[in-house]
């Protein structure tokens, strides 16, 4: 089993930043693509940005230019970047890993962007 755990999300103003980590933890035999979701009230969840195991990234149209995705195999840890936020960034943020073992999600971590 592997575990997925976010952290650094939290309330922040317009045009702020703000840094997202998550680890992965248990039996990890080898992690291919890592990835953020978020979801915002009453929508389905959306892909942000996406990291191969070789650091090439795919991001969402939306966050083009604004989010940076980032890994560290060695930690297996995923990192994301967030700067000029805006409140259409509000969401709860997923983080997911495709190992060799299957598919596995973290507990998501609030993403707020109020004045």
Same mark, same amino acid.
């Given at each position: 089993?592997?575990?997925?755990?976010?952290?650094?999300?939290?309330?922040?103003?317009?045009?702020?930043?703000?840094?997202?980590?998550?680890?992965?933890?248990?039996?990890?035999?080898?992690?291919?693509?890592?990835?953020? @979701?978020? #979801?915002?009230?009453?929508?389905?969840? +959306?892909?942000? !940005?996406?990291?191969?195991?070789?650091?090439? $990234?795919?991001?969402?149209?939306?966050?083009?230019?604004?989010?940076?995705?980032?890994?560290?195999?060695?930690?297996?840890?995923? @990192?994301? #970047?967030?700067?000029?936020?805006?409140? +259409?960034?509000? !969401?709860?943020?997923?983080?997911?890993?495709? $190992?060799?073992?299957?598919?596995?999600?973290?507990?998501?971590?609030?993403?707020?962007?109020?004045?």
């Amino acid at each position: 089993q592997v575990q997925l755990v976010e952290s650094g999300g939290g309330l922040v103003q317009p045009g702020g930043s703000l840094r997202l980590s998550c680890a992965a933890s248990g039996r990890i035999f080898k992690i291919y693509d890592m990835g953020w @979701y978020r #979801q915002a009230p009453g929508k389905q969840r +959306e892909l942000v !940005a996406a990291i191969t195991r070789g650091s090439s $990234t795919n991001y969402a149209d939306s966050v083009k230019g604004r989010f940076t995705i980032s890994r560290d195999n060695a930690k297996n840890t995923v @990192y994301l #970047q967030m700067n000029s936020l805006k409140p +259409e960034d509000t !969401a709860v943020y997923f983080c997911n890993a495709v $190992t060799w073992g299957g598919d596995y999600w973290g507990q998501g971590t609030q993403v707020t962007v109020s004045s």
